[in-house]
């Protein structure tokens, strides 16, 4: 076996026991990743690979824009207007070889995953295995 079929095997057992906040930790490090390596291909000649990163990011923004629920309220509302605007910045790093845009969008993801990480460290989420109720409400599924 590879060793990226090794890690491939490593993130479906990852995905397959985790609950809908670690998944969502696991989407924001997984975009972050792929972001940081299309920001490190920049100026060299590896467009097509760069904008392959980008386009892999932007589909993870999409199934967490997928994901909401949006009777939970003001959450799923400013989560969607966060990546919506996410969607559009990495298209400006598509087209405009915008690199700023990439190290907008790798900060904002690192704090909202940090928020998460505070979620999943919620007393109810660790004993239960468990969303608290207005934090599960955002989520339809990852």
């Not at 479906?12 to 972001?35: D, G, H, M, P």
């Not at 000649?45 to 199934?63: G, H």
């Not at 996410?86 to 690199?99: E, G, P, Q, S």
Request: proline share 2%; charged share 25%.
């Amino acid at each position: 076996m590879s060793p990226g079929q090794y890690y491939n095997e490593y993130l479906n057992v990852q995905v397959s026991t985790s609950n809908k906040v670690k998944l969502i930790i696991l989407l924001y490090e997984r975009a972050v990743f792929l972001l940081q390596n299309a920001r490190d291909l920049n100026g060299k000649d590896q467009i097509r690979q760069r904008c392959k990163n980008i386009v892999k990011a932007q589909e993870i923004i999409l199934e967490l824009l997928s994901a909401l629920n949006f009777q939970a309220g003001e959450v799923a509302k400013s989560l969607h207007s966060l990546y919506v605007y996410f969607y559009k910045r990495l298209n400006d790093a598509i087209f405009k070889k915008d690199t700023k845009a990439l190290d907008e969008i790798i900060r904002l993801l690192n704090l909202l995953k940090e928020s998460w990480i505070e979620i999943s460290n919620h007393p109810d989420i660790r004993k239960k295995n468990t969303v608290p109720q207005q934090t599960s409400m955002a989520l339809r599924s990852v």
